[in-house]
Protein backbone atom coordinates (compact mmCIF):
# COMPACT_ATOMS: atom_id res chain seq x y z
CA UNK A 1 0.00 0.00 0.00
CA UNK A 2 2.78 2.16 1.01
CA UNK A 3 4.62 2.03 -2.34
CA UNK A 4 1.36 2.33 -4.24
CA UNK A 5 0.75 5.02 -2.72
CA UNK A 6 4.10 6.76 -3.32
CA UNK A 7 3.78 5.89 -6.60
CA UNK A 8 1.29 7.83 -7.25
CA UNK A 9 2.05 11.00 -5.52
CA UNK A 10 5.83 10.67 -7.88
CA UNK A 11 3.31 10.25 -10.76
CA UNK A 12 0.73 13.26 -9.64
CA UNK A 13 4.14 15.68 -9.25
CA UNK A 14 5.42 14.15 -12.92
CA UNK A 15 1.47 15.21 -14.44
CA UNK A 16 1.84 18.62 -12.34
CA UNK A 17 5.20 19.80 -14.22
CA UNK A 18 3.69 18.18 -17.34
CA UNK A 19 1.18 21.00 -16.92
CA UNK A 20 3.27 23.95 -16.02
CA UNK A 21 5.47 23.36 -19.17
CA UNK A 22 1.95 22.92 -21.42
CA UNK A 23 0.34 26.26 -19.55
CA UNK A 24 3.38 28.06 -20.71
CA UNK A 25 4.02 27.33 -24.16
CA UNK A 26 -0.31 28.22 -24.64
CA UNK A 27 0.28 31.63 -22.56
CA UNK A 28 4.23 32.57 -22.86
CA UNK A 29 4.76 31.72 -26.03
CA UNK A 30 4.82 35.05 -27.76
CA UNK A 31 6.71 37.87 -26.01
CA UNK A 32 5.11 40.76 -27.41
CA UNK A 33 1.68 39.37 -26.54
CA UNK A 34 2.84 38.72 -22.81
CA UNK A 35 4.45 42.17 -22.47
CA UNK A 36 0.83 43.84 -23.77
CA UNK A 37 -1.09 41.51 -21.26
CA UNK A 38 0.96 43.33 -18.33
CA UNK A 39 1.36 46.79 -20.33
CA UNK A 40 -2.10 47.54 -22.45
CA UNK A 41 -2.59 48.74 -25.27
CA UNK A 42 -1.07 52.00 -24.79
CA UNK A 43 2.15 50.98 -23.69
CA UNK A 44 5.39 52.74 -25.17
CA UNK A 45 8.61 51.20 -26.55
CA UNK A 46 10.49 51.91 -23.59
CA UNK A 47 7.73 50.44 -21.41
CA UNK A 48 7.41 47.53 -23.30
CA UNK A 49 11.02 46.67 -22.99
CA UNK A 50 11.38 47.54 -18.94
CA UNK A 51 8.64 45.21 -18.15
CA UNK A 52 10.04 42.17 -20.82
CA UNK A 53 13.45 42.55 -18.51
CA UNK A 54 11.72 42.59 -15.59
CA UNK A 55 9.32 39.96 -15.93
CA UNK A 56 11.43 38.11 -17.95
CA UNK A 57 9.34 37.79 -21.02
CA UNK A 58 11.58 37.80 -23.38
CA UNK A 59 14.04 34.71 -22.24
CA UNK A 60 13.20 31.56 -24.02
CA UNK A 61 10.09 30.10 -23.09
CA UNK A 62 11.72 26.97 -21.66
CA UNK A 63 13.73 29.45 -19.46
CA UNK A 64 10.89 30.71 -18.17
CA UNK A 65 9.60 27.62 -17.31
CA UNK A 66 12.80 26.94 -15.73
CA UNK A 67 12.43 30.33 -13.49
CA UNK A 68 8.35 29.51 -12.84
CA UNK A 69 9.28 26.00 -11.25
CA UNK A 70 12.09 27.53 -8.92
CA UNK A 71 10.28 30.22 -7.89
CA UNK A 72 7.20 27.71 -6.91
CA UNK A 73 9.53 25.58 -4.79
CA UNK A 74 12.37 28.05 -3.87
CA UNK A 75 11.00 31.83 -4.56
CA UNK A 76 12.50 34.34 -6.93
CA UNK A 77 13.70 37.70 -6.80
CA UNK A 78 12.23 40.57 -9.42
CA UNK A 79 13.39 42.04 -11.57
CA UNK A 80 14.66 38.96 -13.07
CA UNK A 81 17.49 40.44 -15.48
CA UNK A 82 21.23 40.28 -13.73
CA UNK A 83 21.70 44.06 -15.44
CA UNK A 84 18.94 45.87 -13.54
CA UNK A 85 19.90 44.15 -10.52
CA UNK A 86 23.25 45.13 -10.82
CA UNK A 87 22.63 48.30 -11.33
CA UNK A 88 19.22 49.28 -9.42
CA UNK A 89 19.35 46.40 -6.36
CA UNK A 90 17.52 48.92 -4.46
CA UNK A 91 14.40 47.86 -6.37
CA UNK A 92 14.80 43.63 -6.20
CA UNK A 93 11.64 42.45 -4.65
CA UNK A 94 11.66 38.88 -3.18
CA UNK A 95 8.89 36.57 -3.86
CA UNK A 96 8.90 34.04 -1.88
CA UNK A 97 7.68 30.40 -2.32
CA UNK A 98 5.36 29.82 -3.64
CA UNK A 99 6.14 32.23 -6.34
CA UNK A 100 3.17 32.26 -8.77
CA UNK A 101 4.86 35.20 -10.56
CA UNK A 102 4.31 38.97 -10.51
CA UNK A 103 1.07 40.90 -11.41
CA UNK A 104 1.92 44.32 -12.76
CA UNK A 105 -1.51 45.27 -13.26
CA UNK A 106 -2.30 44.71 -9.54
CA UNK A 107 1.62 45.75 -8.64
CA UNK A 108 1.33 42.49 -6.39
CA UNK A 109 2.49 38.96 -6.45
CA UNK A 110 0.01 36.35 -8.02
CA UNK A 111 -0.04 34.45 -4.60
CA UNK A 112 -0.77 37.43 -2.46
CA UNK A 113 -3.13 38.25 -5.04
CA UNK A 114 -4.85 34.55 -5.02
CA UNK A 115 -4.80 33.82 -1.22
CA UNK A 116 -7.65 35.66 0.00
CA UNK A 117 -10.08 34.67 -3.08
CA UNK A 118 -8.58 31.07 -2.54
CA UNK A 119 -10.03 30.68 0.88
CA UNK A 120 -13.23 32.37 -0.01
CA UNK A 121 -13.79 29.59 -3.01
CA UNK A 122 -12.37 26.47 -0.90
CA UNK A 123 -15.27 27.49 2.03
CA UNK A 124 -17.66 27.57 -0.36
CA UNK A 125 -16.24 24.12 -2.22
CA UNK A 126 -16.16 22.46 0.87
CA UNK A 127 -19.72 23.12 3.06
CA UNK A 128 -21.19 22.78 -1.06
CA UNK A 129 -19.58 19.25 -0.82
CA UNK A 130 -20.57 18.43 1.81
CA UNK A 131 -23.97 19.07 1.32
CA UNK A 132 -24.21 17.19 -2.01
CA UNK A 133 -22.10 14.15 -1.01
CA UNK A 134 -24.63 13.36 2.06
CA UNK A 135 -27.76 14.27 0.86
CA UNK A 136 -27.02 13.39 -2.46
CA UNK A 137 -25.87 9.81 -2.02
CA UNK A 138 -28.39 9.18 0.55
CA UNK A 139 -30.98 10.20 -1.11
CA UNK A 140 -29.51 8.52 -4.33
CA UNK A 141 -29.51 5.06 -1.79
CA UNK A 142 -33.60 5.81 -0.37
CA UNK A 143 -34.75 5.89 -4.32
CA UNK A 144 -32.35 2.80 -5.23
CA UNK A 145 -34.32 0.78 -2.09
CA UNK A 146 -37.67 2.17 -2.58
CA UNK A 147 -37.20 1.59 -6.51
CA UNK A 148 -40.69 1.79 -8.47
CA UNK A 149 -42.45 3.22 -5.30
CA UNK A 150 -43.49 7.08 -5.21
CA UNK A 151 -40.34 7.88 -2.66
CA UNK A 152 -38.39 6.80 -5.38
CA UNK A 153 -40.75 8.82 -8.12
CA UNK A 154 -40.41 11.92 -6.12
CA UNK A 155 -36.65 11.91 -5.38
CA UNK A 156 -36.07 11.49 -9.22
CA UNK A 157 -38.71 14.03 -10.39
CA UNK A 158 -37.90 16.56 -7.78
CA UNK A 159 -34.48 16.23 -8.78
CA UNK A 160 -34.61 16.61 -12.16
CA UNK A 161 -36.65 19.81 -11.72
CA UNK A 162 -33.98 20.93 -9.76
CA UNK A 163 -31.11 20.69 -11.93
CA UNK A 164 -33.38 22.02 -15.02
CA UNK A 165 -32.44 25.18 -13.28
CA UNK A 166 -29.50 27.18 -14.03
CA UNK A 167 -27.14 28.02 -10.70
CA UNK A 168 -27.66 32.23 -10.81
CA UNK A 169 -31.52 31.40 -10.77
CA UNK A 170 -30.88 29.33 -7.27
CA UNK A 171 -29.15 31.42 -6.31
CA UNK A 172 -30.64 34.48 -6.74
CA UNK A 173 -34.02 32.56 -5.04
CA UNK A 174 -32.23 31.79 -2.17
CA UNK A 175 -30.59 34.94 -2.36
CA UNK A 176 -33.82 36.99 -2.09
CA UNK A 177 -35.77 34.76 -0.39
CA UNK A 178 -34.62 32.63 2.36
CA UNK A 179 -31.70 35.92 3.48
CA UNK A 180 -33.65 39.25 2.13
CA UNK A 181 -37.49 38.49 3.04
CA UNK A 182 -38.10 36.15 5.69
CA UNK A 183 -34.32 36.37 7.42
CA UNK A 184 -34.13 32.77 7.94
CA UNK A 185 -30.42 33.23 7.42
CA UNK A 186 -27.68 35.60 7.30
CA UNK A 187 -26.90 37.94 4.67
CA UNK A 188 -24.24 36.17 2.67
CA UNK A 189 -20.61 37.27 2.94
CA UNK A 190 -16.79 35.79 3.76
CA UNK A 191 -15.50 35.93 7.71
CA UNK A 192 -12.66 33.76 8.27
CA UNK A 193 -12.89 31.75 11.34
CA UNK A 194 -10.51 33.49 12.85
CA UNK A 195 -12.20 36.72 12.64
CA UNK A 196 -15.64 35.31 13.51
CA UNK A 197 -15.64 31.62 14.50
CA UNK A 198 -17.23 28.88 13.05
CA UNK A 199 -20.57 29.56 12.87
CA UNK A 200 -20.12 32.99 11.95
CA UNK A 201 -18.17 31.70 9.15
CA UNK A 202 -20.43 28.66 7.97
CA UNK A 203 -23.63 31.36 8.49
CA UNK A 204 -21.94 33.65 5.72
CA UNK A 205 -21.06 31.05 2.88
CA UNK A 206 -24.05 28.30 3.68
CA UNK A 207 -26.50 30.15 0.82
CA UNK A 208 -23.79 30.12 -1.96
CA UNK A 209 -23.22 26.98 -0.87
CA UNK A 210 -26.45 25.32 -1.54
CA UNK A 211 -26.68 27.13 -4.78
CA UNK A 212 -23.56 25.08 -5.67
CA UNK A 213 -24.80 21.43 -3.75
CA UNK A 214 -28.31 21.91 -5.05
CA UNK A 215 -27.02 21.58 -8.68
CA UNK A 216 -24.27 18.85 -7.96
CA UNK A 217 -26.32 16.58 -5.70
CA UNK A 218 -28.93 16.11 -8.32
CA UNK A 219 -26.57 14.06 -10.44
CA UNK A 220 -24.95 12.22 -7.45
CA UNK A 221 -29.10 11.13 -6.38
CA UNK A 222 -29.25 9.60 -10.23
CA UNK A 223 -26.05 8.30 -9.97
CA UNK A 224 -25.89 6.77 -7.03
CA UNK A 225 -29.21 4.97 -7.85
CA UNK A 226 -28.15 3.71 -10.73
CA UNK A 227 -25.12 2.10 -8.84
CA UNK A 228 -26.96 0.80 -6.46
CA UNK A 229 -29.32 -0.82 -8.65
CA UNK A 230 -26.44 -2.04 -10.74
CA UNK A 231 -24.71 -3.57 -8.15
CA UNK A 232 -27.87 -5.27 -6.07
CA UNK A 233 -27.76 -7.47 -9.23
CA UNK A 234 -24.04 -9.11 -8.58
CA UNK A 235 -24.11 -12.89 -7.71
CA UNK A 236 -21.84 -12.14 -4.62
CA UNK A 237 -24.88 -9.93 -3.52
CA UNK A 238 -27.27 -12.83 -3.46
CA UNK A 239 -25.10 -15.26 -2.30
CA UNK A 240 -24.98 -12.39 0.76
CA UNK A 241 -28.68 -12.76 1.05
CA UNK A 242 -28.31 -16.39 0.80
CA UNK A 243 -26.51 -16.32 3.17
CA UNK A 244 -28.68 -14.70 6.10
CA UNK A 245 -26.76 -11.66 5.97
CA UNK A 246 -29.20 -8.73 7.76
CA UNK A 247 -30.34 -6.11 4.70
CA UNK A 248 -28.53 -3.37 6.57
CA UNK A 249 -24.94 -5.58 6.56
CA UNK A 250 -25.92 -6.34 2.42
CA UNK A 251 -26.28 -2.94 1.69
CA UNK A 252 -23.63 -1.28 4.03
CA UNK A 253 -21.20 -3.77 3.58
CA UNK A 254 -21.31 -4.96 0.46
CA UNK A 255 -23.99 -3.12 -2.48
CA UNK A 256 -22.77 0.38 -1.21
CA UNK A 257 -19.28 -0.24 -1.03
CA UNK A 258 -19.21 -1.67 -4.52
CA UNK A 259 -21.15 1.43 -5.44
CA UNK A 260 -18.69 3.50 -3.46
CA UNK A 261 -15.89 3.59 -6.25
CA UNK A 262 -17.15 5.50 -9.18
CA UNK A 263 -18.74 8.27 -6.80
CA UNK A 264 -15.37 8.66 -5.16
CA UNK A 265 -14.37 9.46 -8.54
CA UNK A 266 -16.98 11.63 -9.20
CA UNK A 267 -16.63 13.40 -6.06
CA UNK A 268 -12.96 13.72 -6.81
CA UNK A 269 -13.34 15.63 -9.37
CA UNK A 270 -16.30 17.37 -8.98
CA UNK A 271 -14.44 19.40 -5.85
CA UNK A 272 -11.30 20.34 -8.10
CA UNK A 273 -13.82 21.73 -10.75
CA UNK A 274 -16.24 23.36 -8.13
CA UNK A 275 -13.31 25.44 -6.60
CA UNK A 276 -12.77 27.15 -9.60
CA UNK A 277 -15.55 26.47 -11.45
CA UNK A 278 -18.44 29.04 -10.07
CA UNK A 279 -17.67 32.39 -11.24
CA UNK A 280 -21.92 32.53 -11.69
CA UNK A 281 -22.25 32.02 -7.96
CA UNK A 282 -19.71 34.11 -6.93
CA UNK A 283 -21.00 37.18 -8.68
CA UNK A 284 -24.81 36.46 -7.82
CA UNK A 285 -23.40 36.38 -3.80
CA UNK A 286 -20.58 39.44 -4.43
CA UNK A 287 -17.95 36.74 -2.92
CA UNK A 288 -14.45 37.77 -3.98
CA UNK A 289 -12.96 33.95 -4.94
CA UNK A 290 -11.20 32.52 -7.56
CA UNK A 291 -14.03 32.28 -9.88
CA UNK A 292 -14.57 35.67 -10.04
CA UNK A 293 -10.84 36.76 -10.11
CA UNK A 294 -10.65 34.58 -13.12
CA UNK A 295 -13.30 36.36 -15.05
CA UNK A 296 -11.87 39.72 -13.68
CA UNK A 297 -8.37 39.07 -14.88
CA UNK A 298 -9.29 37.54 -18.27
CA UNK A 299 -11.15 40.97 -18.97
CA UNK A 300 -8.16 42.90 -17.75
CA UNK A 301 -6.10 40.67 -19.71
CA UNK A 302 -3.79 40.00 -16.66
CA UNK A 303 -1.86 36.89 -17.82
CA UNK A 304 0.07 35.92 -14.84
CA UNK A 305 -3.12 35.95 -12.38
CA UNK A 306 -4.57 33.49 -15.14
CA UNK A 307 -1.46 31.80 -15.22
CA UNK A 308 -1.41 31.09 -11.48
CA UNK A 309 -5.10 30.35 -11.32
CA UNK A 310 -4.61 27.63 -13.99
CA UNK A 311 -1.74 26.24 -12.07
CA UNK A 312 -3.15 26.31 -8.61
CA UNK A 313 -6.57 24.58 -9.92
CA UNK A 314 -4.58 21.74 -12.12
CA UNK A 315 -2.65 20.90 -9.24
CA UNK A 316 -5.82 20.33 -7.06
CA UNK A 317 -7.46 18.47 -9.86
CA UNK A 318 -4.65 16.29 -10.04
CA UNK A 319 -4.57 16.07 -6.08
CA UNK A 320 -7.96 15.06 -6.13
CA UNK A 321 -7.13 12.37 -8.62
CA UNK A 322 -4.61 11.02 -6.45
CA UNK A 323 -6.73 10.73 -3.31
CA UNK A 324 -8.83 9.15 -5.24
CA UNK A 325 -6.63 6.55 -6.59
CA UNK A 326 -5.39 6.19 -2.97
CA UNK A 327 -8.70 5.71 -1.87
CA UNK A 328 -9.50 2.84 -4.25
CA UNK A 329 -7.58 0.49 -2.79
CA UNK A 330 -9.49 1.01 0.99
CA UNK A 331 -13.54 1.45 -0.68
CA UNK A 332 -12.81 -1.64 -3.62
CA UNK A 333 -10.23 -4.99 -2.30
CA UNK A 334 -10.23 -6.02 -6.25
CA UNK A 335 -8.35 -2.85 -7.02
CA UNK A 336 -4.79 -3.70 -7.26
CA UNK A 337 -1.80 -2.43 -5.39
CA UNK A 338 0.83 -4.01 -6.31
Not at 268 to 297: C, H, Q, W, Y
Request: proline share 4%.
Amino acid sequence: MFAYAVRRILIGLAMLVVMTLITFLLFMNNTTASVLASCGKNCQPEQKAIIAKTLGYDDPVYVQWGKFLKGVVAGRNFPDDPALVADHPELVAHCPAPCLGYSFKNSNFVWDVMKDAMWVSISIAVVAFAIWIIIGVLLGIIAALKRGTWIDKVIVGVTLVIFAFPTFFIGQLLYVFLAIKTGWFAIPSYTPIADGGVFTWLGGVILPAITLAVFYMAGYVRMTRAFVLETSTEDYIRTAQAKGLSARAVIGKHTFRAALTPIVTMAGMDLALVLGGAPITESVFNFNGLGKLAVTATREFDLPINIGIVVFLSAFVILANVVVDIAYAFIDPRVSVK
